[in-house]
Structure formats: structure tokens, C-alpha cells
């Protein structure tokens, strides 16, 4: 190609990246909190809990969310997991309670025991993430919180 061809296909693709760039939508993180844990029976026999989620929205725009996935940690250790895709969606400046079936791992809570025996009395920390998809345009979100249990 001659440098006449290239130089008006580069202005466009500049374009291009700069219209998609102004069509995401600038948007503050979903806080979310835990509502309420349940044990629920299962067929394994491994403990399983059925876990309510809080997700506030402090957006204008409503959050259609694809599916959210999640974690607690104690003491460095991942002991609760899950993930959902049966998310309502949550309608600008507003909350939504989003219900999932999350399985404790069990060889992460051998670990974690075995590091409370070595630390009585210290306060236990603790840490949750989730990581929400959206669907259509708008960027992935993290949410951490961090905290201590005090025993």
C-alpha cells in the first residue's frame, strides 16, 4: 500500500478506538455486602450454603449483570467459593439482593485450622472478592473488601 492509502485507513481506526472508547459508560463500583448465609443440604455430603448478596447501585444507569463470581478468604485461605448467573437486574440508585450456591473447600479449611492452632488469640483476617460481568459494553468490576474478626 502507498503511504496516500495508509494514512486516511490509520485516521479512521483512530476514530474508531476513540468512538468506542467515549461509548463505555463511566461508572463507580457496585458495593456489595453479604445479607444472610444458610447451610443447605447437599447430595455429596460436602457443607454447602446458600449465600444473599446486597448489590448496591450508585449509578445512574442500571446494572444488567451477565454473572458474578466470589470468594472469601480467612487468614490467606480461599474457604468459600461460588458463582452465579441468575442476576436480577438492579435498576439505577437502587439495590438488589442476588441469591448463590457457594461449597466450602474442604483442604483449605484443613489449612486454615492448622494456622489457627499456631495463632490463638490473634484476630482472624479476613477477605472478599467478587468479580461482576456485564453484559454488553460496560468493563468488568472488581469488588474487595478487607477486614479483622475479632474472636
Known sequence: MTRLTLAPLTVCLFVLIAGCASVMPDMD??????????NIPSETGSPRF???????NPNTQALDIAGIS????????E????????VPLIEGYSEGVVTLDAGLQLFEVVKLLTTLGKSQGEP???RFVAKIDFK????????EEKGELVL
Open 70 to 77: 466470589y470468594g472469601v478468604e480467612i487468614m490467606g485461605q
Open 50 to 56: 446458600r449465600i444473599s448478596l446486597r448489590v448496591i
Open 79 to 86: 474457604v468459600v467459593a461460588g458463582v452465579t448467573n441468575d
Open 136 to 143: 454488553g459494553l460496560v468493563p468488568t468490576q472488581h469488588v
Open 29 to 38: 463500583p457496585p458495593k456489595v455486602t453479604v445479607e444472610s448465609i444458610e
Open 124 to 126: 482472624l483476617e479476613y
